[in-house]
């Protein structure tokens, strides 16, 4: 169950949702909470490791642990969601899937394509502009070094 600082919003939050059970992407031997980090393996989800990942169907206080529930349709501003009955449809038909990838196959990739029928996930587009900003400014700096140094050698 939730630890005592969640447990009275998670019980908030879990009757709105009115259903105790989530189709979630998960590690292979649970939610991934609470757990270690080990670069062993292939991803971690808060940092519990897992070599896979895998659609499942469980009861949302063994998915939440001792964690504060969310739940997050921050995309409705920018998607039109589907009806709920076809996004619970659509999770059910992907139970037993396996696969995870940080920018393409992530949770957040799964929940925005249940939702809105998208392979979406801001977190992933966030990390994809900040390493092409990165790498523009290491080739601007080293562009920068390599005419300082063509200039250096002219000059000689």
């Known amino acids: 169950m939730a630890a005592k600082q969640?447990?009275?919003?998670?019980?908030?939050?879990?009757?709105?949702?009115?259903?105790e059970e989530v189709v979630h992407l998960a590690g292979d031997e649970?939610?991934?909470?609470?757990?270690?980090?080990?670069?062993?393996?292939?991803?971690?989800?808060s940092g519990k490791s897992?070599?896979?990942?895998?659609?499942?169907?469980?009861?949302?206080?063994?998915?939440?642990?001792?964690?504060?529930?969310?739940?997050?349709?921050?995309k409705d501003q920018k998607c039109q969601p589907r009806r709920p009955h076809e996004i619970v449809e659509e999770a059910l038909m992907k139970i037993g899937d396996i696969g995870y990838n940080v920018l393409?196959?992530?949770?957040?990739?799964?929940?925005?394509?249940c939702r809105y029928g998208v392979n979406w996930s801001e977190q992933a587009d966030l990390t994809a502009v900040a390493a092409t900003e990165a790498?523009?400014?290491?080739?601007?700096?080293?562009?920068?070094?390599?005419?300082?140094?063509?200039?250096?050698?002219?000059?000689?």
């Not at 447990?7 to 879990?14: E, K, W």
């Not at 897992?50 to 969310?70: I, P, T």
């Not at 393409?104 to 394509?113: G, T, V």
């Open 135 to 156: 790498l523009v400014a290491l080739g601007t700096l080293c562009k920068e070094l390599f005419n300082g140094d063509k200039k250096e050698k002219e000059k000689a």
């Open 30 to 45: 649970n939610d991934g909470l609470n757990g270690n980090i080990s670069p062993s393996h292939a991803f971690t989800i």
């Open 50 to 74: 897992f070599n896979k990942a895998v659609v499942k169907r469980e009861n949302v206080w063994q998915v939440v642990l001792d964690s504060r529930v969310e739940i997050n349709n921050s």
């Open 104 to 113: 393409w196959k992530s949770c957040e990739h799964f929940a925005a394509y």
């Open 6 to 19: 969640f447990d009275s919003h998670n019980r908030s939050v879990i009757r709105r949702a009115r259903n």
